[in-house]
């Protein structure tokens, strides 16, 4: 299993910058770089940044939506990426339920559309004339083609777009309690049988190390914000009391993360997030390679302390896994 770090568009210039002089060194497999809609930074201009200031490790976009960009833009920039490295990635969803919203946008079919955008990205990249009139191209010819492959992970939780992920792309980007993530990966892999390429398990979800009452009170706002996005069928396969997030959800509606933190439980922090000491987060991280995830991502929010944070968990990652490989064999 490989660690991964996981990080937004929300960050900072200085923390980007702090990041891309140690992870070559710190012993990550990778770095998957989500996308806050609407905030400052932009998620091809960073993860290119990321590309270009760092030798070793696997970058990847996890993930951007074609709802909010045009796919001829989306194909030319990861194109670029690919050019800059054959480390980058290429992570697609739909989006956030929240964010989507916000937007006022809702999508008929999301399962399609995705496997109509990934076919589009490739007949793209290989240089062809390219037609799809539910994407609003007629006849369109791409100047240029990549050369080799730009590997697509699809961020996905409902059943249609799980199944897509496994017919159509090179890997998966899973987020949700653990029953559902044992219960996705098994029906999945099942379904991966019949192929004979490398197929990807990647499991991000929150992770905040624990080291007082404020990192404590970090990780339930993050639940509480994580239970509202979250698909009611992803929750209830799980066993979730959905009375005790419909409670969330409305205090997070009504009166903010502060107020809607104070009702998450015990149980629900189990669900939806790692928490812990340091060594406490890798013991979790490595339960789900016994369920047959391939990569795990932490963060953020990482903690009050980011910058600590990172440094006691890759460096406890690095003990524990060595470990973990001795009594695997």
Excluded at 203 to 229: E, F, H, R
Aim: glycine residues 10%; proline residues 4%; charged residues 25%.
């Amino acid at each position: 299993m490989n660690l991964s770090l996981g990080l937004t568009t929300s960050i900072s210039t200085g923390m980007v910058k702090w990041l891309t002089d140690i992870l070559d060194q710190i012993g990550v497999y990778g770095v998957w770089v989500g996308e806050d809609i609407g905030k400052l930074q932009d998620i091809f201009t960073l993860t290119g940044t990321i590309l270009l200031e760092t030798e070793r490790v696997k970058v990847g976009i996890g993930v951007t939506s074609p709802l909010i960009r045009n796919h001829t833009t989306i194909a030319r920039a990861a194109a670029t990426l690919m050019e800059i490295s054959p480390r980058f990635r290429l992570g697609l969803g739909v989006g956030g339920l929240q964010d989507l919203t916000l937007m006022g946008l809702k999508v008929e079919k999301p399962a399609k559309l995705m496997e109509e955008s990934i076919n589009l990205l490739r007949a793209v990249w290989r240089g062809g004339q390219v037609s799809n009139l539910r994407l609003g191209l007629t006849d369109y010819r791409p100047k240029y083609y990549v050369d080799g492959e730009i590997p697509i992970f699809v961020g996905a939780r409902g059943p249609r777009m799980l199944r897509l992920a496994a017919d159509h792309a090179d890997g998966l980007i899973l987020s949700g309690p653990k029953k559902y993530i044992e219960d996705t990966v098994r029906s999945i892999s099942g379904r991966l049988a019949e192929r004979r390429s490398r197929f990807t398990f990647v499991l991000w979800l929150p992770t905040i190390m624990v080291q007082s009452k404020g990192d404590l009170n970090l990780a339930k706002k993050t639940v509480a914000i994580v239970a509202a996005d979250t698909p009611d069928t992803v929750l209830e396969q799980a066993g979730i009391q959905m009375e005790m997030v419909e409670d969330i959800r409305g205090r997070l509606a009504t009166s903010g993360v502060e107020a809607a933190a104070e009702h998450v439980s015990e149980v629900l922090m189990e669900h939806l997030c790692i928490s812990g000491s340091a060594d406490e987060i890798c013991e979790r991280f490595l339960e789900y390679s016994r369920v047959g995830v391939d990569e795990v991502v932490f963060g953020p929010p990482y903690g009050r302390n980011p910058r600590e944070s990172i440094e006691k968990v890759t460096e406890a990652w690095r003990v524990a896994s060595e470990v973990w490989n001795q009594h695997k064999f």
